[in-house]
Every structure is written in structure tokens, then in C-alpha cells.
């Protein structure tokens, strides 16, 4: 998506300031975390593939509102609809994934398979970051965005190509169905010590990963011009690429070992930020690869602890929680903007970062 590296300078440029921006942010997440637990029990209810194919068509229209209507409104109603998109997919892929892994006897693949796709949607990215730069220079935003609708609706016919063996239906079918598998989930995630454990740690660590948005802010303020921007996100994504990419290699990573990557990921954040050039961008990079990596690893072994027909469901309270984090992101950001720099509630990130540590030790599965 060629408009993720410069969305946020595009917003600027409509002359919208670091409060109203943030509270961009919070709209999306707010539509995103308000639906994720009823579009994850959709999932389970009816077809997941379709929910997807779906989704990708509202994210498309809502990138093109940016591009026709640059103002603060039509940057709230695209956002409201890429949280709804967000929310519709967040969990159901990974659900469709272990299901269909789990038909064929191959749960163990899980971790390879997410982390092959994770690496390879992330250097679709790198791809198009490296071309947003020239695009912008030879069409500004408009092209930028024009290409990012395009890449989105793309995505409707690979999700309708997916297998989807069929599940087991309520015989009440509709609403009765859909609340009796919304109960199942909530159900699952209060009474499994294991499973609300590990959603809780998901969420509290990987939320973090909403300061991705202010990266670009971050490179503009460490004094880069804006065509230079999308090339410096390319270090934090190229980054969590890796990281993806050897995902299954250490996929047994034990969680004091896991812990300490996430202390030390907090560490650089707050250092890369706060040293004012260019880069600092190589410190911020790790983090963020640390995150990716946990992500992938936490979600695997939380996909091993949910039995029962609800597991998007689980995994959508899951988001629910990575969501809330994240508009507490938002929101500190938002509130403090006024008084602090970029570089400097970015290192404050790095605070409950490093925290998280311990609680990575204590509550993270293992292997």
C-alpha cells in the first residue's frame, strides 16, 4: 500500500495538526475494537473468506474518500471505514488458517505459514514504500492513493480463492447462531486461565505497535526531507520482515528468553528516538522487529490453547485488546502532543515496552 508511508504527511499537508491527526488514529480504532468481537463471532457463524473479500472492497473506498475528499471528514469516514475493515479481518484469517491447517493434520505449520505470509505481505510493502517516493514525486498524492485502491481490491479475489472446509452449524441457524458461538468465544476467554492469560500478554505487548503511525512524523523530525521518509520506513519494516521470515526457526523461543527481547526492544526505542538524525531510525527498527516476531509467536501458542468452534472469536477478543491499547497510544499521544515532540512520546513508549518483560516471563506459554 503505497499510501502507508505517507498518509500521515498527507494529513498534515491538509493542514490538520498533530491533535487532529492523533484523533484520526482514535476513530479507527475505536470502529476497529468496537466491532472486532462481534465480526469475529461473523466469522465463526458464517464464511470467513467472504468477510474478508469484503473488507478489502471497504478499505478500498475508504483510501479513495482520502484522495476525493482531503478533509478532516473524509479523512474520519475513511479511517471509520478501514477500522471496520480491520475489524472484519483482524482473527478471521488467522482462524481460517489454523482450521484449514487443522483439517489437513498440520497444526504444526502454523507458525512457518503465518510467518511466510507475514514476510511476504511485509515485502510487498517495502516494495511499495521504495515506490512511493517516486510516485509521490511524479503524482503526488493522488497517484499514491489511486495505487493503494487498486492493491486493495486486488485482494477480493485471492480471498475468495481460499479452501474453506465446511463447520458446524447451530440447527437454530442466523441470530441464534451467531450469539450462541459469541458465547462460546467470551465463554472460552473466561473460564481458560491459559487463554485469558495469553490475551491479556497479546494485547498489552503488540498494542504497542500503534507508534508505527507516527514513524513518518519521527523520520520528518530527525530532519529528513519527506521524499526521503518512505526510504527510512523501510528499516522498521524490513525489520519485522525478518523477523517474520525466522519466525519458525525459533518458534520455541522459550518466555524468559522472549521476555528479555522485549525489554531490550523497549530500550532502543526510547535511544533511537531521542538521538535528533536519521539514524536513530536503525535502533527504532528493532523494536519493532521484536514486536512482529511476538506477535506471531504469542497468537501461535495462543491458536494452540482455544478448542471448540469460536476460534476467531477468541482471537477477535484478543484484538479487542490490542485495539484498546492502542487508542491509549493514540490518546497519549493526542493529550501530549501539545507540550511534547514526536521523538519524545515515542521513547515513552519504550517505558511499558520494557515492562513487559516480566509479565512476558510469567504469562507467555510455553512452546
Do not use: C
Not at 139 to 144: D, I, K, M, N, R
Not at 309 to 318: D, G, I, K, N, Q
Amino acid at each position: 500500500m503505497l499510501f502507508y508511508p505517507v498518509y500521515a504527511l498527507l494529513f498534515a499537508d491538509a493542514g490538520l495538526g498533530g491533535g487532529q491527526i492523533s484523533s484520526l488514529f482514535v476513530i479507527w480504532s475505536v470502529v476497529s475494537f468496537t466491532l472486532e468481537i462481534p465480526s469475529g463471532a461473523w466469522a465463526d457463524a458464517f464464511s470467513r473468506r467472504r468477510m474478508v473479500a469484503v473488507a478489502a472492497v471497504l478499505r478500498a473506498a475508504g483510501f479513495a474518500l482520502w484522495v476525493v475528499w482531503p478533509t478532516y471528514a473524509g479523512f474520519a469516514v475513511g479511517f471509520a471505514l478501514w477500522g471496520l475493515s480491520s475489524a472484519m479481518t483482524s482473527g478471521t484469517v488467522e482462524a481460517l488458517v489454523y482450521d484449514e491447517l487443522a483439517a489437513a493434520g498440520a497444526t504444526d505449520r502454523y507458525v512457518r505459514t503465518v510467518g511466510l505470509g507475514n514476510t511476504v505481505a511485509l515485502l510487498a510493502e517495502l516494495s511499495a514504500m521504495a515506490l512511493a517516493a517516486p510516485a509521490y514525486a511524479l503524482g503526488g498524492y493522488p497517484l499514491v492513493g489511486a495505487a493503494s485502491v487498486a492493491v486493495s481490491l486486488a485482494v477480493v479475489p485471492i480471498a475468495l480463492s481460499f479452501p474453506e472446509a465446511p463447520r458446524v452449524r447451530s440447527a437454530d441457524g442466523g441470530t441464534r447462531h451467531y450469539l450462541a458461538t459469541l458465547r462460546a468465544g467470551l465463554a472460552q476467554v473466561r473460564g481458560n486461565r491459559r487463554v485469558n492469560r495469553t490475551v491479556l500478554l497479546f494485547a498489552l505487548v503488540t498494542g504497542l505497535t500503534a507508534i508505527d503511525e507516527y514513524v513518518p512524523m519521527l523520520a520528518r523530525e530527525m530532519g529528513a526531507p519527506t521524499v526521503a521518509v518512505p526510504l527510512l520506513f523501510l528499516l522498521p519494516v524490513a525489520a519485522m520482515a525478518g523477523a517474520s521470515a525466522l519466525a519458525d526457526r525459533w518458534a520455541g523461543v522459550s518466555p524468559k528468553r522472549l521476555a528479555t527481547a522485549v525489554a531490550v526492544g523497549g530500550v532502543l526505542l526510547a535511544a533511537g528516538s531521542l538521538v535528533g538524525h536519521p539514524a536513530g531510525m536503525l535502533a527504532v527498527a528493532v523494536p519493532f522487529a521484536v514486536l512482529e516476531f511476538f506477535e506471531i509467536v504469542a497468537e501461535a501458542r495462543l491458536q494452540d490453547s482455544i478448542a471448540g468452534p469460536a476460534r476467531a472469536t477468541v482471537l477477535s477478543v484478543a484484538g479487542f485488546g490490542q485495539e484498546t491499547v492502542a487508542l491509549l497510544v493514540f490518546a497519549g499521544f493526542g493529550l501530549g502532543s501539545s507540550g511534547l515532540s514526536v521523538p519524545v512520546l515515542l521513547a515513552l513508549v519504550g517505558v511499558p515496552m520494557l515492562l513487559s518483560g516480566p509479565l512476558t516471563r510469567r504469562w507467555l506459554p510455553a512452546a
